[in-house]
């Protein structure tokens, strides 16, 4: 039976400055992600792609202009999933690869592995002819004046919430129902400013950045990892579905009333359930999203 098509994509969570530049860069890339997802192409290309848009607008902490780690590097983190077969793939700690999504793409089809990392991911990324780019591509003015702040201040700071910041980057993610019923998630992140060399975040993690289930929902998660990690978020908000029988929107608002209750967790989510429907929620200030469902209007959120 056909089934009607819903996508949701964010630009991660916290207090934006100057919202309109965002507005319209994640309104545009859900418009283009619509357009897939009508002319029937699956809900793990449209996440992909809308993903590797992100990842390419260095407005956001994602493949060009990522954040930068104490050692003034950019290395990056990214997750993918197949709600039809738990299928997943995902990189972290990677270094000069253009789209990091993309890469987890390739080790979920092209590996007998979901995860992998540093030097081997880079190895199997050349393998595979991923696009690579060079440390210049990725590091951006603004980056580095975030970081040489955090790094005067001795703190380690989600993107969003760096104090001397006017301009609020974040992480990514895009969830979509297509067509045929199937869904599927994408995360990818620069991760968290000044992080130490080799910190992973949630987004890598399979149930805590990001997850998908055809039978549940599809998630991905923005905020301070260590804390999505600690409460397997986005499974958890899988579960809730499952054992609860309720929509995304409920749902979401659960499992982020869960992160805050069990480790003061800051951040936010965005679902779409096995129905369609779409659901977002989280503890910062705001969260930069867009979606859209089949039949209904491009919607921008932000608080
Ligand atoms: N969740 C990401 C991480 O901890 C950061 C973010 O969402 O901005 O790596």
Redesign the pocket.
């Known amino acids: 039976m056909r089934e009607r098509y819903s996508l949701m994509i964010h630009g991660?969570?916290?207090l934006i400055a100057d919202k309109g530049k965002y507005q319209s860069a994640v309104l545009e890339i859900v418009g283009v992600g619509e357009k897939m997802l009508s002319e029937g192409v699956s809900a793990l290309d449209t996440v992909e792609h809308c993903v590797t848009l992100l990842e390419n607008n260095p407005l956001f902490?994602a493949g060009k202009g990522s954040v930068l780690n104490e050692e003034g590097e950019v290395e990056m983190?990214a997750a993918i999933m197949n709600g039809e077969n738990l299928k997943a793939g995902s990189v972290a700690g990677i270094t000069h690869i253009k789209n990091p999504i993309s890469l987890a793409r390739a080790v979920m089809e092209k590996s007998e592995h979901v995860m992998l990392i540093g030097t081997g991911a880079k190895k199997f990324a050349a393998v595979n002819q991923i696009e690579k780019e060079s440390s210049e591509y990725f590091i951006i003015p603004d980056r580095v004046r975030q970081w040489e702040e955090s790094k005067k201040q001795n703190k380690v700071v989600?993107?969003?919430s760096g104090s001397n910041s006017e301009k609020k980057f974040?992480?990514v993610g895009a969830v979509a129902k297509d067509k045929n019923g199937n869904l599927a998630a994408a995360t990818s992140?620069?991760?968290?400013v000044n992080?130490k060399f080799g910190r992973v975040?949630?987004?890598p993690i399979i149930g805590a950045?990001v997850y998908a289930d055809n039978e549940t929902c599809a998630v991905s998660?923005?905020?301070?990892?260590?804390q999505?990690i600690r409460t397997v978020l986005s499974k958890t908000i899988s579960d809730i579905i499952f054992y609860e029988k309720i929509s995304a929107q409920e749902a979401a608002q659960n499992g982020i009333e869960y992160l805050v209750r069990k480790v003061q967790g800051l951040?936010g989510v965005i679902v779409i359930d096995r129905d369609g429907n779409c659901g977002s929620a989280f503890s910062t200030p705001a969260m930069i999203r867009a979606q859209v469902s089949e039949g209904k209007d491009i919607t921008f959120l932000l608080d």
């Open positions: 991660g969570a916290g902490n983190d989600l993107d969003h974040g992480t992140t620069g991760g968290i992080k975040g949630d987004t950045g998660a923005t905020g301070f990892g260590e999505f951040g």
